[in-house]
Every structure is written in C-alpha cells, then in structure tokens.
C-alpha cells in the first residue's frame, strides 16, 4: 500500500513536467549524445560507453538503456527519473523503518513505521527535488541515491539475519550496491565513513570498543582516500585543480570560501522550498577568505556549531546527531575544491534523505503523534503543491530561460539563454535590453580573463594563460555575436539612429578586446599550434592594422608553415616600425637560413642578440620565440657557427660553437636573461 501511495503522489506532483522537452543540458547530453546514440545492448558498447564517461558510468549506461529503448523522447526519459525518485522513497521508508527499531533508536514498531513514511513522504513531495528528478541529465545524482539506500537496506538485512547462506547473501548484494554506488558520482565518496557511523550509532548501539573501532576504521578510510586522490591527480594537487578550474570564472580557494555559504543555502531551500526561491542557475557571490565578506564567519559558525552539537550529543540525541552528521558529512565532498559549480540545488539530493529523518523525528519528539501527522500531511500537501507549480517551470524551456534569467540577472549564462530566445522568438522590444545587458556581463568577463591571463603569464604558467586568453577571444566572439543580434533588433525596432551608435561602439570595443589578447597568439606559437596562432594575429590585425606584436607573431607562424616569403614581408614591416627588433631580426634570421644565405642569417641573427640585451628584459615574449624556434631545429642553427671551409667566418661577437646561446660580448648577461625563461619553457614544453 505505502508503495502504491508513494507512485500516485509522485506521479502527481511531477505531471507537470512530464510533457516537456529537453531543457538546457539535456539537449547536447542526452538527445544529441552521439555515445547514447551508438549504444547496443552489448559488452562491447557497454565498455565502449564506460571509457566515454569515466565520471559517471553507471548512470550514463542508464541513459543509454532509456535512449535504446524509446529513442530520444523526453517524455520516457523524465517518468524514468520520477519512478526512480518514486522507488527511493519507497526503499527509504523500508530502511528508516528498520533503522528506528534497531538499538541505536530504540523505538516501537508502530512509531518508527509513522515516523519513517513522513520522513519519505517529505523526501518524495520536496520542491527542491525538482532540479535532480525533472532535469534528466541529473539522474547521476538520483541514480546512485537510490543504490545507496539499498546497499544500506541489504547491509542492515545482512547484520540482522542469522548466519548461513541468506547473510552471505545479502552481504554480496549489499557489496556489489556498494561498488556500484561508490562508483557513480563524487559525493558518494563519503559513503564508507557515513556506513561506518550507521553502524556504529545503531547496530553497535555506540558501545565503547564500538566507537573506537570506528573511529580507527574512518582515519584508515581516510587516508586511504587521500592517496586514491592524489594517484587521480598524479600526486600533483594543484595542478590537477588549477588546470580544471580554468574554464571556471573562481579558483579553487574562492570556491572553497564560498561554501559555508552556499551550504546553508541550500539548507535554507530545504527548510522553506517555495518555488520562487528556487532556481536552476543560482548566482551566489563569491569569498576571496574566510572574513570576506565578513558575515562569512556566521555561516562558518553555525555550520561549526552544528556538527559540534552533533558529535557531543550523539549518545543522547542518537537519531538527530546522526541526521545531522549525515547532512554535512554527505555535502563535504562536493562543498571543498573540486572544479563543480559553487551552488546547485540537485546537490541536496543524497543529504535530504536523512534530513527529512531528522524533520519527521522531530515533530513525532516533541508533538503528540496524532498532531504530528497532522502538521506532516499538512506540510506534504504544500510541499506536493509547490513540487507541482515548480513543475510547471521544469515543462516548458522558455519558462525556464525566463525563470534562471530573472533570478540571476548578473550571471551571464541564463541572461544570455533568455536574451537569446527573446530574439529569436521575434520579441524584439524585450530582446534590446537584455541583448544590452549581455555585452556588459561579456566585457566584465572578459576583463576578468584577461586579469588571469595576465596573472599566469607572470607566474610562468604558460598553459594556463593560453586557457584564459581562449576564454577571452571566446567571450569577444559571443559579445559579436549577441551584438550583432542588438543591433538587428534595434533595426527592426526602427532605432535605426541608436543601431548607428551601437555599431560603433561594438566595433570600438571589439578592438580593445582583440588587443588584450593578442597574447594568445605566441602562447600558441610557443606550443606548435601555428594555424591557431596565425587566426588570432589575422584577428587582431583586422582591428589594429599597425599592431607589430601581432605582425612578428604572424611572421613567426608563416617561418613555421614555410611561407617564406610572407614572413620576410611581416619581419621587414615590424623592422619598419622600429619595434620589436630582437624578433624581427630573429625572424629573418631564420628565414635566410632556411633559403641557405648563411652570411645574411648570420647578421640577422647577430642583431636578433644584440637585441635582446637593448630591449625590457622583463619582456619574456621574444624569449618564447627564441626558445621556439631554437628547440624546433637546433641543427641548423648549429651549422650555421660551425667551422666549415664553405662557411663565411662567425660575425663579430660568436665562437664556432653549435648553439645559438653562445655569444661572447656579455654573455654572463644573456645567459642570466634566458636561463630562467628557458627553464619555463622546459616544463611547459612537457605539457
């Protein structure tokens, strides 16, 4: 009966959502994935599929199975995840149940079976569940939340049943739920140490060899998934981290400030779930410490403050402490450093399941049972209602656009999605100022990049002031693009004087973009990628004709493509300009000596180094060109101070050595210039 109560008060609540399309991730994760697409039920697909999603197998061979079977039809996709939401609650409510008899709780069969079908009651009409059960990309989080309920249901049945074959049993089962669960999504990570504090608050009863039994078991545990994260990271921590968290707009410390913050958040959601405090892209600000901003210290307080209570109450306040260490310890690992998004209300998925223990105890604790089932249903039947309003927003694309947009009107992603739709769904009038307002979040993101751009380049980080400077030319690219999109809008609005104005005003800013990363064009030179390096040159130059940067970077692509020619014609121009000369000469010495003029090489060259000492010894770019095309053919620069009978002699200033560094005016100086540059170069190099 409770099962069938649970899958009619679901399917209700969640009707609402059911009709409609893919939305947002859905539609490049799950209706165009060419990886579902190719899906067969076969072991060789099924591997096939596991090394495409190393991150979340299990649940994308899920996906894959629902794409067999109904091909890409939203409709079969999203009643997939409401009966796997429905099946979860139904399967709590078995493990609560049995929880609260055990004797950690202690409580008769008739309380525990009222206290635990509220508490999966309140889990199955939650508001905030919407975001993981109606957004179907995010069965990875309700997925491996129901395998955990029913790894912990067989180990319970496991721990209570007399030995034999049936223990055996439902300890394999128990075991293999485990690895599949574990196996599944990050958060899952703290699985072992939450089994190990089950066990020991209710099985265990909390008996003194029990307790230290556990502890020991969890430092174990503990250090054990230490190393297995630092082999994931190749024992390099911050690299792993910093290198992911460059397609993010935080650092990794921004992001683990932030989280005390977003962690009650999202309690806060839990706690009053109305569905206009819900969203589907929150933007929280971020914390640069841990007082900034200074009301950052509450929220670490009270998070402090309740896992305290928690550890000095468990023997007295068995279920609560448990509840509440269970919330926490299930949000720690997804709230420390890794590359995720700072707050999303899927995240309180696995959390909820105790916490919603915690809500139906409480009330059963303190009220006569009667009222407290009173309250509950009164409570469900707000929360079914709200769970079927938000819905609404679940079922229709536009309403969500509209909806992420309105709620975060800073953050460029949904302002963007709904600027976007209004044009192309012809509502020009509202399309002009959210266009507006996009070219502005696109230059503060874009200056952003660029500071961090900046940042690496100084700190020698090459790879990761390429990723930002990428970013940078992207976001230029999507201001044109969105631009573009106003500027039409504007026309058909007949604001044809303002269009004018706008027009210029792109072009200018367009310009001042472009020339902040004109960077990016020898970071890619220095790494080999010349197509890419010569596209951002052309770019720039489109903007700035008398960039000389620019033209010695293109130069440098055409000496690597081999078109001669064009490079002597971008070195002399640079030349011309008096700038950049170390490049220049550096240039066209190695344009002659690839036409085998060795006496010219070898005076352009001789210039090139000279150079080098005249010009800012702060300046690492000529130094990445040197090592570039140092290290892409030394032998032929070796060959051109060689001793030989048919080679002029060495200019002025060489020895007859096989390397270019070797020059004897002030040599001690040179070397002193390019040797920590080279070393730069020599760990870059490895990437």
């Known amino acids: 009966m409770a099962f069938l109560f649970f899958a009619a008060v679901g399917l209700l609540c969640y009707s609402s959502a ?21 899906f067969t039920p076969s072991l060789h697909s099924v591997i096939q599929l596991i090394e495409a ?37 139904y399967f709590l409510f078995l493990l609560l149940r049995t929880t609260l008899q055990l004797p950690g709780a202690g409580l008769d069969a008739r309380k525990a079976a009222l206290i635990a079908f509220f508490a999966a009651l309140i889990f199955l009409v939650q508001p905030v569940q919407t975001q993981a059960v109606s957004y179907i990309v995010k069965r990875k989080c309700i997925l491996p939340a129901l395998t955990c309920v029913l790894c912990m249901l067989f180990y319970v049945k496991a721990r209570l049943a007399a030995s034999g074959g049936k223990k055996v049993a439902l300890y394999a089962i128990a075991g293999v739920l485990f690895v599949f669960t574990v196996g599944s999504r990050e958060n899952m990570a703290a699985l072992p140490f939450l089994a190990v504090l089950y066990d020991c608050f209710f099985i ?109 109450n468990a023997k007295k306040h068995r279920v609560a402490a448990f509840c509440v260490l269970w919330l926490f310890g299930s949000l720690a690992v997804e709230s ?32 006569r049972p009667k009222h407290a089932a009173v ?31 309105v709620k975060s009107p800073n953050l460029l992603r949904p302002v963007r999605h709904w600027a976007e739709t209004l044009f192309y769904s012809q509502r020009y009038a509202e399309a002009v100022p959210a266009l507006d307002k996009i070219l502005t979040l696109y230059e503060d993101f874009h200056g952003k990049r660029i500071a961090r751009a900046e940042s690496s380049r100084t700190k020698g980080n090459l790879y990761h002031a390429m990723r930002h400077y990428e970013m940078a030319r992207f976001a230029e690219k999507m201001y044109a693009e969105d631009g573009a999109n106003l500027i039409a809008a504007m026309k058909k609005m007949g604001m044809e004087e ?36 010569g596209a951002v040159c052309e770019e720039v130059l489109q903007y700035d004709p008398n960039d ?6 293109l130069g440098e692509v055409c000496v690597f493509q081999g078109a001669l020619g064009r490079a002597e014609k971008y070195f002399l121009q640079v030349l011309q300009s008096k700038a950049h000369a170390a490049r220049a000469n550096l240039g066209l010495g190695m344009v002659y000596l690839e036409r085998g003029d060795k006496m010219k090489s070898a005076r352009r060259l001789s210039a090139a180094l000279k150079a080098f000492q005249q010009e800012n010894a702060n300046e690492a770019a000529p130094v990445w060109r040197l090592y ?26 060489y020895e007859t050595d096989e390397y270019l560094g070797s020059y004897k005016g002030d040599r001690k100086q040179l070397a002193a210039f390019l040797k920590p540059y080279e070393y730069t170069f020599g760990l870059d190099g490895n990437r």
């Not at 399309?21 to 697409?37: I, R, T």
């Not at 027009?503 to 890619?524: F, H, P, Q, V």
Request: charged share 15%; hydrophobic share 50%; proline share 7%.
């Open 628 to 653: 570039f095309i140092k290290s892409r053919d030394s032998k032929k620069l070796g060959l051109l101070f060689s001793q030989s009978k048919d080679s002029p002699d060495p200019p002025s200033g």
């Open 18 to 38: 059911l009709p409609g399309p893919f939305v947002q991730a859905d539609l490049p994760m799950v209706a165009s994935n060419p990886n579902l697409k190719a």
């Open 498 to 533: 303002q269009a004018r104005q706008k027009t210029e005003e792109i072009a200018r800013a367009r310009g001042e973009m472009a020339a902040k990363y004109k960077n990016l064009g020898g970071l890619l030179i220095a790494r080999g990628m010349a197509s890419q390096a």
């Open 336 to 367: 420390s450093v890794l590359p995720l998004h700072l707050m999303t209300e899927h995240r309180l998925y696995l959390p909820s399941l105790f916490a919603c223990l915690l809500v139906s105890y409480l009330f059963f604790s303190r009220l």
């Open 53 to 89: 999603n190393s991150t979340h197998p299990f649940s994308e061979l899920s996906l894959a199975l629902s794409y067999y079977v109904h091909g890409p039809n939203p409709f079969w996709f999203r009643l997939t995840n409401v009966g796997i939401h429905i099946f979860t609650a």
């Open 548 to 553: 000389m940067e620019s033209m010695a970077t």
């Open 204 to 312: 265990q009863n909390m008996s003194r060899k029990s307790l230290i039994g556990s502890l020991a078991l969890i430092a174990g545990m503990a250090l054990l998934g230490v190393f297995a994260a630092l082999a994931v990271m190749d024992f390099a921590p911050m690299d792993w981290l910093t290198e992911r968290f460059v397609v993010l707009d935080f650092t990794p410390a921004q992001r683990l400030f932030t989280q005390p913050r977003a962690v009650l958040t999202l309690l806060s959601l839990f706690i009053f779930p109305h569905p206009s405090r819900l969203n589907a892209d929150h933007d929280i600000p971020l914390s640069n410490s841990l007082l900034d901003p200074p009301s950052a210290l509450f929220f670490e307080a009270v998070i402090a403050l309740c896992i305290a209570w928690a550890v000095l």
């Open 375 to 405: 309250l509950l249903c009164c409570i469900a039947a707000v929360f079914s209602f709200w769970t079927w309003q938000r819905n609404h927003v679940w079922g229709n694309a536009m309403a969500l656009r509209e909806d992420c947009a």
